[in-house]
């Protein structure tokens, strides 16, 4: 059975980080779009958080229930037809340039021309200048592509090279929004994705001070996403997946073995401690959870602000019809009660700073974080190397 996740024709509400489009298991023509799911227009909700009840004769399938409480996100790069369905919100990253690139008819290739021959950049003398001047003009550019094709925000991945360099990202993201601008996009249509490093958390507060909505990822611990809520930062993404794998081979992360002390899941009780604290403190900080490895995960966590789920997950929630005579548990596990349940310590009731957050962040947060930054660096410098096997590009 192909899976086809359609758009409402209203605005979309989810972050510029939510990726938006359709996919099909038969498609042949593939044009790379970002891509997200909408929570379904249901009659009603029952009372007491209970799973959304249906009209009379109305299939109701388990995605429809588990998206009655939390943003249902799919984790891919969609292959469609853009022209037959326009997504409402975008992401542009390094991974998606690379597949445009990669890709003979699309209409995002002229954003990268046209990036490639770019007066500015074709006049830095150091070539790892000029490539990474490319990198930046094609971002921008193929995201204000995006911005004229969709109704809600479009997501920019800031470059993971910036991780410890908190005016490198103010700049860059700066730079982005003169680019954004000049193609008549509005700093209100978008948000800008920034590695949850002490120096990151430092940026999103300064450009959330300005204005500037930013999206914090690779967040592994509570130290992290604490000091992200309390910089003010619009997203939080945990990654409770990559948390709980660690867990499973590694000890001797005190936060974690804490956890699995309780019979708790690591990965779920870091995102149920989060959430607590958020809401405990009334933060505005959104909770986004990724790194879904199953439908109990999906599940364990409703009720969050947003889940991204592999399609093969949201398949089979898509499959699954739902006896509206029986709950099946579908209650939200999260809402903002949580926060009073929750003790909170005085070293994690602190004002974080770099040093209190590098002490508590542990071998799990370090490890992951190292990780993620080094395949986003290298996805980096691919897309830059493969600048350098095309440019200059033809007429230029």
């Not at 022209?83 to 992401?91: G, I, L, M, N, Q």
């Not at 998606?96 to 006049?123: H, M, Q, R, V, Y």
């Not at 990198?135 to 809600?152: P, S």
Request: include cysteine; aromatic fraction near 8%; charge should be negative.
């Amino acid at each position: 059975m192909a899976l086809s996740i359609s758009a409402p024709t209203s605005s979309s509400l989810l972050p510029a980080s939510l990726q938006v489009g359709r996919w099909s298991s038969s498609a042949r023509s593939a044009k790379p779009v970002a891509f997200a799911l909408r929570r379904p227009l249901l009659d009603a909700q029952a009372a007491a958080g209970n799973a959304p009840s249906p009209s009379v004769g109305e299939v109701v399938t388990e995605l429809d229930a588990v998206a009655s409480f939390s943003e249902i996100v799919p984790d891919t790069v969609v292959f469609d037809d853009f022209e037959k369905f326009v997504p409402t919100a975008a992401t542009v990253s390094s991974s998606l340039l690379l597949g445009i690139a990669g890709l003979p008819n699309t209409k995002f290739k002229s954003a990268i021309d046209t990036a490639l021959a770019d007066g500015e950049c074709n006049t830095l003398e150091k070539p790892e200048d000029r490539m990474s001047c490319f990198l930046t003009k094609a971002l921008g550019n193929v995201g204000a592509e995006m911005a004229h094709l969709v109704t809600g925000r479009v997501s920019t991945e800031i470059d993971a090279r910036l991780a410890y360099d908190t005016q490198g990202i103010i700049q860059r993201v700066h730079e982005l929004l003169k680019l954004y601008n000049d193609h008549d996009v509005s700093s209100e249509r978008l948000l800008f994705k920034i590695p949850a490093t002490w120096q990151g958390i430092e940026a999103s507060r300064l450009l959330e001070s300005e204005g500037i909505q930013t999206h914090l990822t690779f967040v592994y611990s509570f130290a992290q996403a604490a000091a992200a809520a309390q910089a003010g930062a619009s997203v939080v993404q945990i990654f409770v997946g990559r948390v709980r794998d660690w867990a499973r081979t590694h000890s001797g992360d005190s936060e974690i073995d804490e956890a699995l002390k309780k019979g708790e899941d690591a990965g779920l009780a870091l995102v149920k401690k989060v959430y607590a604290y958020i809401h405990k403190n009334g933060y505005k900080t959104k909770l986004m959870a990724a790194a879904i490895r199953n439908k109990q995960d999906v599940f364990s966590l409703l009720g969050i602000d947003y889940i991204i789920a592999p399609l093969k997950i949201l398949q089979s929630l898509e499959e699954c019809v739902t006896d509206t005579d029986v709950k099946y548990g579908y209650v939200p596990r999260l809402t903002p009660a949580l926060g009073k349940t929750y003790n909170f310590t005085e070293e994690e009731l602190v004002k974080w700073d770099q040093l209190s957050l590098a002490a508590a962040m542990g071998p799990a947060a370090e490890e992951l974080l190292a990780s993620g930054l080094e395949g986003y660096v290298n996805q980096a410098r691919r897309v830059e190397e493969l600048f350098g096997k095309i440019w200059p590009p033809p007429n230029v």
